[in-house]
């Protein structure tokens, strides 16, 4: 596992808020690790056709991937166009926690909690048979940990119509926001409540498929107690 500090590019280098910029590499691991949902941004189309698309996709990490610094995968059909358009071509990966709701005195200073991941790179189509079914496992597994070794082998026909795109983990920034409101001192004096709403994902209980014949199993189980089901 690479941990060599944060050296953003000129393509990651955080201009504005630069307090809130912080250049461990650990702390990308645990906002990824963290992470359920990504959003890849990638322009699709030729000439004056061309649009960017930002879509959420499932995602899993490799800290010890093939990648230069590690490896960030994400799947989808292989009929899919942003897929396709993703291939050899940079992309934007973005993950982003909210972690609360920040009321100033000012609408000025009022502001959001968050933990923000952007990872900028090329996309390469994983292609060593290998490779794609611990990185399909990966992503299963990051969804509930320990998933994909209870569950039947994948077919052909399944492997066949999934692709998986690669991008390594160098060229990436990382910001954070947390605490409470920064207010002008003139408006602490007017007396005007100020503070922070905290905010979290919080798991249900699991709920059995409707033709379910066994109980809940401990790997969803403990997912659920992990993010905070008592």
């Known amino acids: ?19 809130r910029m912080l250049d461990e590499r650990a702390v990308l691991h645990e906002v990824l690790a963290d992470g359920l949902v990504a959003h890849l941004a990638v322009t699709v ?12 996709t499932a995602y899993a990490v490799d800290p010890d991937g093939p990648d230069e610094a590690g490896t960030l995968y994400v799947h989808g059909s292989v009929a899919a166009g942003w897929l396709r358009a993703s291939t050899d071509r940079t992309v934007c990966v973005t ?17 959001m909690n968050y933990r923000c991941a952007v990872v900028i790179g090329q996309a390469r189509l994983v292609e ?21 070794a209870t569950l039947r082998a994948s077919t052909r026909k399944e492997l066949a119509a999934t692709s998986v795109l690669a991008v390594a983990l160098l060229e990436a920034s990382v910001k954070v926001r947390a605490g ?20 979290r994902l919080v798991a ?9 014949s066994a109980p809940v199993p401990a790997d969803v189980l403990d997912r659920a107690r992990s993010l905070g089901r008592a």
């Open 128 to 148: 060593d048979d290998a490779e794609r079914a611990r990185a399909l496992d990966l992503i299963v597994d990051h969804v509930i940990p320990g998933r994909s």
């Open 180 to 199: 409470g409101p920064v207010d002008d001192p003139d408006d602490v004096v007017d007396g005007t409540w100020a503070g922070h709403l905290p905010l």
């Open 1 to 19: 596992m690479t941990t060599q500090p944060l050296s953003p590019t000129p393509r990651t280098t955080v201009t504005r808020g630069r307090n």
């Open 95 to 111: 993950v982003t926690h909210l972690d609360g709701l920040v009321a100033a005195r000012s609408s000025f200073h009022h502001s």
């Open 45 to 56: 189309g030729e000439g004056a056709a061309a649009h960017p698309l930002v879509l959420p």
């Open 204 to 212: 249900e209980a699991p709920v059995d498929a409707d033709d379910a």
